[in-house]
């Protein structure tokens, strides 16, 4: 029957709704009463201690599909710092306890490490009264024995709701034996960016394979030899297509060929990182194909230990606190609002400005407060 007989034969009347239509457009949907809202994580840690439910909920993973764009998985921080040893084969335990030195928070509190094997700090061990006319910077405002205890004194004074979840977690990150790890800066930012937009898994699976493209596999019985990390020359000196041996895609394999090349010809060092205000280090890093902002923000505060990094991009850090504020974050999440659906920058900004110089600690106690696993974003 063709197509025009059909339409002859039938009348307005006669049509029917779509098949596709399963209600009736008379059928009003039946209302469910609202449940009573249930006191979230946030609010039991700011509240103090609590008693365990019987059968606690489940908790939601970190998935890269709840960050904004810009924001890898938490396995890139895991790779980038850790207490001492990320746990991977290039990353031994230290033998000896850590020794306090002068710091100062709004610099590089970490040692680290060059290619050659050298150690650099912002101060030499006795440099506490060194004159800044001669080292390029200010007097040294602590020690790393002190540091952590002066800033969670600081954030307890300006907002005393701090209090508990302060006293529950000891931030292991800005401990005097988390500002003794020596940092390597090209293994950190080379680690991050094989672990973006990838678990922790498969970002230590990368790694490792990746460290194996530069170490010999050890004859059997000395399985202990001890593996390093390539040198940025190392890595210059090698094709796109060898890296990739690795299991790394050709785009992260180019971006740490191009980190390697600028370590290799002194666009970027140990010395340079050690040396340069945070807004240099933002310039310098950012410059790199393969870091974005907030890359560079948590290798400045997991990896150099700069203790004044606050970065509103992260979500998390934005869920804590507006939690902090009392808002009802899960409210806020149905509601929408893309990358500012729970606090405006501007509003970070003004708010996060009392806790200076110590922002990074306090957006590790925002990821608390929000329940984010933070021992996933620290040691993988």
């Known amino acids: 029957m063709s197509t025009a007989r059909i339409t002859r034969s039938t009348t307005t009347s006669q049509r029917q709704p779509p098949i596709s239509s399963p209600v009736s457009s008379t059928t009003k949907p039946t209302k469910r009463s609202r449940p009573a809202r249930k006191e979230g994580a946030a609010e039991r840690l700011l509240h103090g201690p609590y008693d365990a439910p ?6 939601a993973r970190l998935s890269a599909s709840a960050l904004p764009p810009t924001t890898p998985t938490p396995a890139l921080i895991g790779l980038m710092s850790g207490l001492h040893s990320t746990g991977d084969i290039d990353d ?8 306090s030195r002068p710091a100062e928070p709004h610099l590089t509190n970490a ?15 006795d440099g506490a009264n060194a004159s800044p006319s001669k080292t390029g910077k200010p007097r040294p405002t602590t020690t790393t024995g002190q540091l952590l205890d002066e800033a969670c004194a600081h954030l307890i004074a300006v907002e005393p709701r701090l209090k508990p979840v302060i006293d529950k977690h000891r931030c292991q990150v800005f401990a005097p034996e988390g500002l003794a790890e020596e940092v390597d800066p090209f293994r950190s930012l080379a680690s991050g960016i094989m672990a973006q937009q990838v678990s922790g898994a498969a970002a230590s699976s990368i790694k490792k394979k990746f460290i194996g493209l530069f170490n010999e596999v050890p004859a059997e019985g000395k399985e202990n030899i001890e593996w390093r990390f390539p040198t940025p020359s190392q890595v210059a000196a090698c094709e796109v297509e060898f890296l990739r041996k690795a299991g790394l895609s050709g785009r992260k394999a180019e971006y740490i060929k191009g980190l390697a090349e600028k370590f290799a010809n002194g666009e970027l060092s140990a010395k340079i990182l050690v040396d340069a205000s945070y807004e240099e280090v933002l310039e310098k890093l950012t410059a ?19 203790m004044d990094v606050f970065s509103t991009g992260d979500l998390g850090v934005q869920r804590g606190m507006a939690a902090l504020m009392g ?11 893309g990358k500012w659906k729970y606090m405006s920058e501007a509003d970070m900004l003004a ?28 040691n993988s």
């Not at 790199?288 to 700069?306: D, I, P, Y």
């Not at 808002?327 to 609002?337: F, M, P, R, S």
């Open 54 to 59: 019987s059968t606690p909920p489940k908790k």
């Open 327 to 337: 808002k009802d974050v899960k409210k806020l999440k149905a509601k929408g609002g």
């Open 351 to 378: 708010y996060s400005e009392k806790f200076a110089p110590y922002r990074s600690l306090f957006m590790w106690y925002m990821w608390r407060i929000e329940d984010v696993n933070v021992e996933a974003i620290q």
């Open 92 to 99: 031994p335990l230290p033998t000896h306890a850590p020794a």
């Open 288 to 306: 790199v194909r393969g870091l974005g902002k907030w890359s560079v923000e948590m290798f400045a505060c997991f990896a150099l230990k700069r």
């Open 111 to 125: 040692p680290l490490k060059t290619p050659g094997g050298s150690r650099l700090t912002a101060y030499p061990a």
